[in-house]
C-alpha cells in the first residue's frame, strides 16, 4: 500500500513534465553497449511510453561493441587511430551487418505486442532510411581512414514528416554519399547533428556513466557548455563520456534546448531524467535551469504554497492573495523548472533610507544549498542601489541565521516609525538589523 502511494505521488508529480513533453522532439543515442543483457527491453518500453504520450523520438544507436567483437572473431584488420576506426571494404561489410542486426533487434521490440508483455496493445511503427548525408574522413595526419566518415547532412524535413506522420525514428550509424557509397559514422556525431537540425527539445545521450562527476565524487546536475567543459574527464581511458560530453556542449550550443548525460544501466534513468524536477544524471543547456529574477503575478500561487506551511506553524504572519500581487515589485524568486523554490522581499522605506528584508522563505527540499544567501546578496545588493543604509527583519524563529549572516540584535527604536508604530508585540519578534557599508567602503 505504501509503495502504490508512493507511485500514485510521483504520477501526480510528473503531470506538468507529460504535458510539456508532448509534441516535443526527443534525440535519444543509445550505445552500443545497451544490446547485451536485458536493458534494451527496458528502454524499448520507455521508447514506447514515451511515443504514447506524444513525444515525437528519434534513437540513434551505436554498434561499436558489436563490431569490436565480430571483428575480434575474424581475420580483419581495423586499426583504432585516434579514437576512429580505418575501416575497409571488409570491415565495412561488418558493420553494416551489425549495424542491420542491431537495428532488427530495435525494430523486432518494437514490434511485442503479446498479452502479458508491457508493450500490449501499443502500435508503434519504427522506421529508418538513408536520412544522413555523410563524406569521407579521408586522409588525416598520412592515415586514409578509408569507409570512414563524418556528418555532411542530416535530412531534417524527411525526419520532420516521418514524425509528423506518428513514426518513431530508428537511426543507425551508417551514412550516404552522393556517389552511392555507406560510410561508418559516429552514432554521437549524427545524435548532435540530428537534434541540431530537427532543433530538437533534448539530446539525450546513454552511455556507460551516470554524468559528469566533480573532483570531489559528486554528481554534477546542471551545467552550462563553459561550465561543463572545464570538468576534467579522462578522455584517453573514457573516450565514451569524452564524445558524449562534447556532443552534448555542441548541441546547447547549436540551439538544443537541453542536453542529457545518462547512463543506460540504470533502468530509471531515462523516464526519471524527463519526469522529474531534478533529473537523475547531468544536464547541459544555455538556459538558465533555476532563475533568480523578480516576482511576477504568475508567481503568487507558488509564493503562497511556499510560505503556507510556515504561515501555519507560525513562522510567518499569514499573507493573502491580495497582499502579495499588490506588493509584488518587492519580491524576488528563485524558480527552478517552473517550480517556486524560495523567495524573499524587500520593503521599502525611503525616507528612513532602510529596507526590510521579509518572506525569506526556501522549499525544504533546497535547503542544503546556499538559495538564501543568494537571496539576501540580491536584497542587500538593491538596498545599496537605493542607498539604504541599513537592513532589518522581524522574526521569531530564525534569528540564528540572521545573526550568522552580518544581522545585530536590534530595538523598536532602531526600526523606521512607521514600521515601529505598526510593531505586533503579541507575536515579540526579534528584531535583527544589518549595517550596509558601501562595496568596498573600510
Same mark, same amino acid.
Given at each position: 500500500m505504501?509503495?502504490?502511494?508512493?507511485?500514485?505521488?510521483?504520477?501526480?508529480?510528473?503531470?506538468?513534465?507529460?504535458?510539456?513533453?508532448?509534441h516535443?522532439?526527443?534525440?535519444?543515442l543509445i550505445?552500443g553497449?545497451?544490446?547485451d543483457?536485458?536493458?534494451?527491453?527496458t528502454?524499448?518500453?520507455?521508447?514506447?511510453?514515451?511515443?504514447?504520450?506524444?513525444?515525437?523520438?528519434?534513437?540513434?544507436?551505436?554498434?561499436?561493441?558489436?563490431?569490436?567483437?565480430a571483428?575480434?572473431?575474424?581475420?580483419?584488420?581495423?586499426?583504432?587511430?585516434?579514437?576512429? $576506426?580505418?575501416?575497409?571494404?571488409?570491415?565495412?561489410?561488418?558493420?553494416?551487418?551489425?549495424?542491420?542486426?542491431?537495428?532488427?533487434?530495435?525494430e523486432?521490440?518494437?514490434?511485442?505486442?503479446?498479452?502479458?508483455s508491457? $508493450?500490449?496493445?501499443?502500435?508503434?511503427?519504427?522506421?529508418?532510411?538513408?536520412?544522413?548525408?555523410a563524406?569521407?574522413?579521408?586522409?588525416?595526419?598520412?592515415?586514409?581512414? /578509408?569507409?570512414?566518415?563524418e556528418?555532411?547532412?542530416?535530412?531534417?524535413?524527411a525526419?520532420?514528416? /516521418?514524425?509528423?506522420?506518428?513514426?518513431?525514428?530508428?537511426m543507425?550509424?551508417l551514412? %550516404?554519399?552522393?556517389?552511392?557509397?555507406?560510410?561508418?559514422?559516429?552514432?554521437?556525431?549524427?545524435?548532435?547533428?540530428?537534434a541540431?537540425? =530537427?532543433?530538437?527539445?533534448?539530446?539525450?545521450?546513454?552511455?556507460?556513466?551516470?554524468?559528469?562527476?566533480?573532483?570531489?565524487?559528486?554528481?554534477?546536475?546542471?551545467?552550462?557548455?563553459?561550465?561543463?567543459?572545464?570538468?576534467?574527464?579522462?578522455?584517453?581511458?573514457?573516450?565514451?563520456l #569524452?564524445?558524449?560530453?562534447?556532443a552534448?556542449?555542441?548541441a546547447?550550443?547549436?540551439?538544443?534546448?537541453r542536453?542529457?548525460?545518462?547512463?543506460?544501466?540504470?533502468?530509471?534513468?531515462l523516464?526519471? @531524467?524527463?519526469?522529474?524536477?531534478?533529473?537523475?544524471?547531468? $544536464?547541459?543547456?544555455?538556459?538558465? !535551469?533555476?532563475?533568480?529574477? =523578480?516576482? @511576477?503575478?504568475?508567481?503568487?500561487g507558488?509564493?503562497?504554497?511556499?510560505?503556507?506551511?510556515?504561515?501555519?506553524?507560525?513562522?510567518?504572519i %499569514?499573507?493573502?492573495?491580495?497582499?502579495?500581487?499588490?506588493?509584488? @515589485?518587492?519580491?524576488r524568486?528563485?524558480?527552478r523548472?517552473?517550480m517556486?523554490?524560495?523567495c524573499a #522581499? =524587500?520593503?521599502?522605506f525611503?525616507?528612513?533610507? $532602510?529596507?526590510? =528584508?521579509? +518572506?525569506?522563505?526556501?522549499?525544504?527540499? !533546497?535547503?542544503?544549498?546556499?538559495?538564501?544567501e543568494?537571496?539576501?546578496?540580491?536584497?542587500?545588493?538593491?538596498?545599496?542601489?537605493?542607498? !539604504? %543604509? #541599513?537592513l532589518?527583519?522581524?522574526?521569531?524563529?530564525?534569528?540564528h541565521?540572521?545573526l550568522?549572516h552580518?544581522?545585530?540584535?536590534?530595538?523598536?527604536?532602531d526600526?523606521p516609525?512607521?514600521?515601529?508604530?505598526? !510593531?505586533? %508585540?503579541?507575536?515579540? +519578534?526579534?528584531?535583527?538589523?544589518?549595517?550596509?557599508?558601501?562595496?568596498?567602503?573600510a
Amino acid at each position: 500500500m505504501t509503495s502504490g502511494f508512493r507511485f500514485a505521488e510521483w504520477f501526480r508529480g510528473s503531470a506538468p513534465y507529460i504535458d510539456k513533453h508532448r509534441h516535443r522532439t526527443l534525440v535519444v543515442l543509445i550505445e552500443g553497449g545497451v544490446f547485451d543483457g536485458d536493458h534494451l527491453d527496458t528502454l524499448v518500453q520507455d521508447f514506447a511510453l514515451l511515443h504514447t504520450l506524444g513525444v515525437r523520438v528519434v534513437v540513434v544507436f551505436g554498434v561499436r561493441e558489436r563490431v569490436a567483437r565480430a571483428l575480434a572473431k575474424s581475420t580483419i584488420e581495423a586499426p583504432l587511430i585516434d579514437q576512429r $576506426m580505418v575501416v575497409s571494404a571488409e570491415a565495412m561489410e561488418v558493420i553494416e551487418s551489425e549495424s542491420n542486426r542491431a537495428r532488427l533487434a530495435l525494430e523486432s521490440r518494437f514490434s511485442v505486442g503479446l498479452p502479458n508483455s508491457p $508493450m500490449h496493445g501499443l502500435d508503434i511503427h519504427a522506421v529508418s532510411g538513408n536520412l544522413v548525408m555523410a563524406r569521407p574522413l579521408g586522409v588525416r595526419n598520412g592515415v586514409d581512414y /578509408l569507409q570512414a566518415g563524418e556528418v555532411r547532412s542530416v535530412r531534417a524535413d524527411a525526419i520532420q514528416q /516521418l514524425l509528423d506522420s506518428g513514426m518513431l525514428v530508428l537511426m543507425p550509424p551508417l551514412g %550516404h554519399s552522393s556517389t552511392g557509397e555507406v560510410f561508418d559514422l559516429e552514432a554521437t556525431d549524427i545524435a548532435r547533428s540530428v537534434a541540431v537540425a =530537427l532543433k530538437a527539445d533534448k539530446l539525450v545521450l546513454l552511455g556507460d556513466a551516470e554524468g559528469l562527476i566533480d573532483a570531489s565524487g559528486e554528481l554534477l546536475r546542471q551545467l552550462a557548455p563553459p561550465e561543463a567543459q572545464q570538468i576534467a574527464i579522462d578522455r584517453v581511458g573514457n573516450p565514451e563520456l #569524452a564524445r558524449h560530453l562534447d556532443a552534448a556542449c555542441a548541441a546547447a550550443r547549436g540551439g538544443v534546448g537541453r542536453a542529457h548525460l545518462l547512463s543506460w544501466r540504470d533502468s530509471n534513468a531515462l523516464l526519471g @531524467e524527463l519526469f522529474t524536477r531534478d533529473g537523475v544524471g547531468t $544536464m547541459i543547456t544555455q538556459d538558465s !535551469y533555476e532563475q533568480l529574477r =523578480l516576482a @511576477e503575478r504568475g508567481d503568487v500561487g507558488g509564493m503562497l504554497e511556499l510560505m503556507k506551511p510556515l504561515e501555519e506553524k507560525g513562522v510567518l504572519i %499569514h499573507r493573502s492573495r491580495e497582499r502579495l500581487e499588490s506588493q509584488i @515589485e518587492d519580491y524576488r524568486v528563485i524558480v527552478r523548472d517552473g517550480m517556486t523554490i524560495a523567495c524573499a #522581499a =524587500l520593503h521599502r522605506f525611503d525616507e528612513a533610507k $532602510m529596507g526590510e =528584508l521579509a +518572506s525569506l522563505v526556501v522549499h525544504p527540499d !533546497y535547503r542544503n544549498g546556499e538559495r538564501g544567501e543568494l537571496l539576501l546578496g540580491e536584497i542587500e545588493r538593491e538596498a545599496r542601489l537605493r542607498g !539604504y %543604509h #541599513a537592513l532589518f527583519a522581524l522574526t521569531t524563529h530564525t534569528s540564528h541565521w540572521f545573526l550568522e549572516h552580518g544581522f545585530a540584535p536590534g530595538t523598536l527604536d532602531d526600526l523606521p516609525k512607521e514600521r515601529g508604530d505598526g !510593531y505586533n %508585540h503579541a507575536r515579540n +519578534s526579534k528584531i535583527l538589523v544589518k549595517r550596509l557599508q558601501e562595496k568596498g567602503a573600510a
